[in-house]
């Protein structure tokens, strides 16, 4: 069965392509800046809807935000 989960590092490659800081995607998502710190330490994943609100300001599917690992 195949795993996902949520990419920093994809996010994060994006969001510099599109020019953006991590402080222009909390403010435009509603996300914190903590809980991107977070993700990028690994210490926390964010949830669907937040992802959801990332990837929309990103401008972006949920897909790219997403790794899937098969097993």
């Known amino acids: 069965m195949a795993k996902s989960y949520a990419d920093y590092s ?3 490659t994006i969001k510099n392509a599109k ?3 991590d ?3 909390a403010k435009e998502s ?3 800046t903590a809980t991107l ?3 990028k ?3 926390y994943t964010p949830k669907v ?3 959801l609100k990332i990837a929309e300001v990103l401008g972006v599917s949920l897909d790219e935000l ?3 690992e098969k097993e």
């Open 10 to 12: 994809a996010y994060e």
């Open 19 to 21: 020019g953006m800081t």
């Open 23 to 25: 402080y222009a995607v």
């Open 30 to 32: 509603g996300v914190t």
């Open 37 to 39: 710190t977070s993700w």
């Open 41 to 43: 330490q690994g210490a």
């Open 49 to 51: 809807d937040k992802l």
């Open 66 to 68: 997403l790794t899937i």
